[in-house]
């Protein structure tokens, strides 16, 4: 089974707040989307875009591309042009991605459906995104592969913005392990 075939059947099982068409993944939108407001606005992130009328920004990993869907509309009411291109392994979150896309955008992101543990070539992009819980599909040596194509992807001064929960946190405070057994 490919692993696109398997990361379809995984989705359609598990219990994942992506869809921007339910209560649940209109919210999740929402919260990104503050997440984006509170991020545009940082020092670093002003410096970045100051001399910029175009931005180019890559979702990798994007699912159905809430964020970099919410990214994209900030910019755009910050007075940004903003070429958005969504990278994910599921067309079927891709599909919904572009309808998303289109609704809050008022244009179709481009989509790509692509496996970013392998190098594919694009125009390079001045911001590159990765939102959620994404390592999580990957093991540390194809998480090393993921990180250089990004890097890859990018403009020379390009932007990385990564958002992850805390493993340690999430595993051993809210998960409640009491042990700890190093090996």
Not at 76 to 105: N, P, T, W, Y
């Amino acid at each position: 089974m490919s692993l696109q075939i398997e990361l379809e059947k995984l989705y359609s099982l598990i219990s994942w707040v992506e869809d921007p068409e339910t209560p649940q993944g209109i919210e999740r939108y929402r919260q990104i989307r503050g997440d984006m407001e509170q991020l545009t606005n940082h020092d670093w992130i002003k410096e970045f875009l100051k001399d910029r009328r175009i931005v180019r920004v890559i979702d990798v990993c994007s699912g159905t591309g809430l964020a970099g869907i919410a990214l994209s509309k900030v910019l755009v009411e910050k007075g940004f042009e903003v070429k958005l291109i969504l990278v994910d392994l599921r067309s079927s979150a891709l599909e919904k991605a572009r309808k998303h896309g289109l609704r809050e955008l008022g244009l179709e992101p481009s989509t790509l459906l692509a496996d970013v543990t392998r190098p594919f070539e694009l125009e390079k992009q001045d911001i590159a995104l990765m939102w959620g819980s994404t390592t999580s599909h990957f093991n540390p040596w194809t998480w090393l592969k993921v990180l250089a194509n990004v890097s890859m992807l990018l403009v020379d001064n390009g932007l990385f913005m990564y958002d992850e929960s805390d493993r340690v946190y999430g595993i051993f405070i809210r998960t409640g392990f009491k042990e700890l057994i190093p090996i």
